[in-house]
């Protein structure tokens, strides 16, 4: 298989470490024409060239940018020029029995993805997080490094839950939502608001 990478910040540092085994890997990015990553180097083709033409040579392509805006645009210009997606899952994560990962998402190193759990689209399950049994994650949505999720929560879509944060079982997140590092969410979260604290609090907004 030959992948296409569009992204080449830290995010794309982490998504290398799972596909560094590949035979052919292409990376492209709207700016930088060097891509650096331990002892390695490649070189970086203009995003360009990947929304205008090598479609016949590459077998599937995966976006590995942080921000979930930008994230968003890019996941869905590729589907509109029809791309294969793909979906990348460490080696070294865990998904229960029952669990579902859709298009273009990432799970990373040490996460833990439980029984009957649903990702969406184009998210990023970041290391170490934990997402309990029959937990919702709609598309878009970046869950932190070490974050902590109970059973049977739902998180819309764009969301942005932050390092180490913890949410507790049954609560219903809507879409737009950013938990700051560190918080605990207690209760239901209405859409397009932030919230940071022990217990998390409604503050000034703040969008991923």
């Not at 560094?20 to 070189?43: A, P, Q, R």
Request: aromatic share 6%; with cysteine.
């Amino acid at each position: 298989m030959t992948l296409a990478i569009l992204g080449t910040g830290g995010h794309a540092k982490s998504v290398y470490d799972i596909v560094k085994n590949k035979k052919k890997i292409y990376f492209f990015d709207k700016e930088k024409t060097i891509f650096k990553v331990g002892d390695k180097k490649f070189k970086v083709k203009s995003e360009h060239e990947l929304l205008n033409g090598h479609k016949k040579e590459i077998s599937k392509v995966i976006v590995t940018i942080g921000n979930n805006k930008i994230r968003q645009k890019k996941f869905n210009i590729l589907k509109k020029l029809k791309y294969k997606i793909a979906t990348l899952i460490h080696l070294k994560s865990y998904c229960g029995y029952g669990a579902t990962i859709d298009e273009g998402t990432v799970v990373m190193q040490g996460s833990l993805i439980n029984t009957n759990s649903q990702v969406g689209k184009n998210c990023i399950i970041n290391s170490h997080a934990s997402i309990d049994h029959d937990c919702l994650i709609k598309d878009h949505t970046h869950i932190c490094p070490g974050v902590i999720i109970g059973g049977n929560v739902k998180i819309g879509k764009n969301c942005w839950i932050g390092l180490g944060s913890k949410i507790i079982e049954n609560c219903i997140i809507g879409d737009n939502v950013y938990v700051a590092a560190g918080a605990v969410v207690t209760k239901n979260l209405k859409p397009n608001t932030f919230v940071k604290g022990v217990p998390a609090k409604y503050a000034k907004k703040r969008m991923a």
